[in-house]
């Protein structure tokens, strides 16, 4: 470990299958007034909407609604929930849903007592929030973007074709509480369910794809990422085996909840490939990951040459005898293209949606981060985007 850092994660966990039993006890530290939040429904038809509610009214909770947040949600939703949330005088804002909503309870946090523009001083300044932000509580109900115990945020901002994410520096943004029931996971669509999976596999790989020191960090993401695979195949299969579904889920927050990035630089040049095709297309985030990560990793697989061979034989069980480090490395991105179709992840960005027009539009949008073992330049971004299409 070659690196200084700091590590604190305030946010409480609670994990399990009666997990949401928990949910009175936290609600007891704040006001009454609560501003639940949630997405277009998939809440109501699962019954997990009507537990909660019982919950809040039982702690003789004002309950004030932001329904509708769509996945990836926009500025202009944004903007409508401030305003809910502040003729609410909201004490505690509490997201039930996936990493949209989540995200969006913490946009809605750092900017209700905003005088400036969210947009553009989080969003396009990164600036730090300088007024009073409210806690934010969440019910996660899909797994993947690790939001439940981060301080990430993501909007997207249709009109100026942008998808931001801000990750605050403040551990005040993220969730004071989180609570993580695998059950709640089982309704969702096949399709979601995978892109979520792959969502945590990129969220290990982002930070793993970076530095050349021996680094503790790099064994329990290998570790995570084995967990992850064997899971996934379980799932995929059986999506109704919680064995399996509740390790996705744990893996998920702790692929995301800054333990991975400890001593990393991290690399994140998938999600801003991603995000611009995101704010393109509106794909699912994770499709968008997947779309574009082989082109992506076999452009980088030079500069990084030692690392993937370490990911091809402590990930993927690659045998390295009498191979060079080249084949070992190729076998191990092999094996894990074999993996994504297996699941049925979105293998271009065409079947997203995108098509040869776009790519201008998708490479002006893509953030160029100097992370990794290789900073790209614009050409090799619109090349690795034609090699994605
Ligand atoms: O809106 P509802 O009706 O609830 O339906 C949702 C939505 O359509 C549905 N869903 C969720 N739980 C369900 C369910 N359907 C049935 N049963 C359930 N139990 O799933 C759909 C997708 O939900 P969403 O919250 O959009 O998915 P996800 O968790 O993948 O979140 C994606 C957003 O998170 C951002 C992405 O960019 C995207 O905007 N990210 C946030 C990150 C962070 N905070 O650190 C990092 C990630 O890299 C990511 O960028
Ligand atoms: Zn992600």
């Given at each position: 470990m070659l690196g200084n850092f700091n590590y604190c994660n305030p946010t409480k966990l609670y994990f399990g299958d009666d997990s949401l039993k928990n949910l009175s006890t936290e609600l007891e530290k704040y006001g009454e007034n609560v501003v639940l939040i949630y997405g277009g429904g998939s809440i109501k038809k699962n019954g997990i909407y009507d537990e909660v509610v019982k919950i809040l009214e039982r702690n003789g909770k004002n309950i004030t609604e932001i329904s509708g947040v769509m996945p990836n949600p926009t500025l202009e939703k944004l903007y409508e929930g401030v305003e809910i949330a502040r003729v609410a005088n909201a004490d505690l804002l509490l997201a039930v849903g996936g990493g949209s909503v989540c995200d969006y309870a913490k946009a809605v946090s750092v900017s209700?007592?905003?005088?400036?523009?969210p947009w553009e001083k989080y969003y396009l300044k990164f600036e730090e929030p300088t007024c009073e932000t409210l806690p934010v509580g969440c019910v996660l109900t899909m797994v993947g973007t690790g939001s439940e115990m981060n301080a990430g945020s993501v909007i997207t901002n249709h009109e100026q074709k942008l998808k931001i994410g801000h990750v605050f520096a403040d551990e005040k943004i993220m969730p004071r509480f989180s609570i993580l029931n695998?059950?709640?996971?089982?309704?969702?669509p096949h399709y979601q369910m995978v892109a979520g999976i792959y969502d945590i596999f990129n969220h290990i790989c982002e930070q793993y794809f970076s530095g050349d020191d021996d680094n503790t960090t790099d064994y329990i993401a290998e570790g995570l990422m084995r967990s992850l695979i064997v899971s996934s195949r379980i799932a995929n299969k059986d999506p109704k085996n919680y064995e399996a579904r509740s390790n996705i889920m744990w893996t998920a927050t702790w692929a995301l909840n800054t333990l991975l990035k400890m001593g990393k630089s991290g690399d994140w040049e998938v999600h801003m490939l991603g995000q611009a095709v995101g704010a393109i297309t509106n794909a699912t985030h994770g499709m968008t990951l997947a779309a574009v990560s082989l082109p992506y990793y076999q452009h980088i697989m030079p500069y990084g040459l030692k690392k993937f061979k370490r990911f091809a034989e402590n990930v993927w069980g690659v045998n390295a005898e009498n191979k060079t480090d080249e084949q070992v490395a190729q076998e191990g991105l092999c094996e894990m293209e074999k993996w994504m179709k297996e699941l049925g992840l979105a293998m271009n960005i065409s079947e997203l949606g995108a098509n040869k027009q776009n790519i201008d539009d998708i490479a002006k949008a893509t953030l160029i981060l100097d992370g990794g073992y290789k900073t790209l330049t614009p050409e090799e971004v619109f090349e690795i985007l034609k090699q994605s299409i």
């Amino acid at each position: 470990m070659l690196g200084n850092f700091n590590y604190c994660n305030p946010t409480k966990l609670y994990f399990g299958d009666d997990s949401l039993k928990n949910l009175s006890t936290e609600l007891e530290k704040y006001g009454e007034n609560v501003v639940l939040i949630y997405g277009g429904g998939s809440i109501k038809k699962n019954g997990i909407y009507d537990e909660v509610v019982k919950i809040l009214e039982r702690n003789g909770k004002n309950i004030t609604e932001i329904s509708g947040v769509m996945p990836n949600p926009t500025l202009e939703k944004l903007y409508e929930g401030v305003e809910i949330a502040r003729v609410a005088n909201a004490d505690l804002l509490l997201a039930v849903g996936g990493g949209s909503v989540c995200d969006y309870a913490k946009a809605v946090s750092v900017s209700v007592n905003c005088e400036e523009d969210p947009w553009e001083k989080y969003y396009l300044k990164f600036e730090e929030p300088t007024c009073e932000t409210l806690p934010v509580g969440c019910v996660l109900t899909m797994v993947g973007t690790g939001s439940e115990m981060n301080a990430g945020s993501v909007i997207t901002n249709h009109e100026q074709k942008l998808k931001i994410g801000h990750v605050f520096a403040d551990e005040k943004i993220m969730p004071r509480f989180s609570i993580l029931n695998p059950k709640y996971t089982m309704t969702l669509p096949h399709y979601q369910m995978v892109a979520g999976i792959y969502d945590i596999f990129n969220h290990i790989c982002e930070q793993y794809f970076s530095g050349d020191d021996d680094n503790t960090t790099d064994y329990i993401a290998e570790g995570l990422m084995r967990s992850l695979i064997v899971s996934s195949r379980i799932a995929n299969k059986d999506p109704k085996n919680y064995e399996a579904r509740s390790n996705i889920m744990w893996t998920a927050t702790w692929a995301l909840n800054t333990l991975l990035k400890m001593g990393k630089s991290g690399d994140w040049e998938v999600h801003m490939l991603g995000q611009a095709v995101g704010a393109i297309t509106n794909a699912t985030h994770g499709m968008t990951l997947a779309a574009v990560s082989l082109p992506y990793y076999q452009h980088i697989m030079p500069y990084g040459l030692k690392k993937f061979k370490r990911f091809a034989e402590n990930v993927w069980g690659v045998n390295a005898e009498n191979k060079t480090d080249e084949q070992v490395a190729q076998e191990g991105l092999c094996e894990m293209e074999k993996w994504m179709k297996e699941l049925g992840l979105a293998m271009n960005i065409s079947e997203l949606g995108a098509n040869k027009q776009n790519i201008d539009d998708i490479a002006k949008a893509t953030l160029i981060l100097d992370g990794g073992y290789k900073t790209l330049t614009p050409e090799e971004v619109f090349e690795i985007l034609k090699q994605s299409i």
